[in-house]
């Protein structure tokens, strides 16, 4: 079977997750909410996009979890997804990745056409064999379900054949619960001591630092 390597995408090949995180503090500012960001980054490590209830009473989420998660989508889509900028090296890392017949899959909690937006922005379509977003999925455990179903689109059957690369302890949790070994980088503004607390097998700085080391990590190793 063919080797797979499958990519998150914020904070992992496009520098997102303290804008991502930068909106959420605005959203729940505008609602009433003062939560300072390196608090809203923490939950956001390992709670993702439902991390809204570590942050608020029980009743302040019944009553606003949806509005805020609306109101945050469309303040990011307006006000900070422009300012989001590839990482040094992706282009060029994928490419290796392919010359060296890798199958490569992108599976993001991002929007559809946010998705869409991060691959013309990278210029990697030609590079990508499979994409899909918490779209394509119906689960409350995103973090494990969209990779599982990025497997799937590239015709595997199980995980043994394939890796994650993430920036998110969140999605590293995912992919451990999945049985799918991790890798993380430490440019989506999480630590080293934090991805590997979540399950990362090997961690490197940003895709360059992983492409200037590829002979000492993890995808050199590969069969």
Known sequence: ???????????TLVDTNVLRARAWQEALARHGFQVRLPRVMAHLARLGDGFLSALLSEDDFLRHADELT?????????EYRARARPFLGVTELLQRLRDEGWRVALASTAEP?????????????????ARTTDADVDGARLNEEIPAEALRLLGLDGTDEALMIAALPYDLEGASRLGLRGMGLVCGGYSEEDLRGAGAIDVFGTPQDLLTRYAESPLASEP
């Open 1 to 11: 079977m063919p080797k797979a390597i499958v990519f998150e995408v914020n904070g």
């Open 70 to 78: 609306s109101f945050h989508r469309a303040l990011f889509h307006e």
């Open 113 to 129: 056409d946010e998705l869409e937006h991060y691959i013309d922005l990278l210029g990697v379509g030609d590079l990508i064999d």
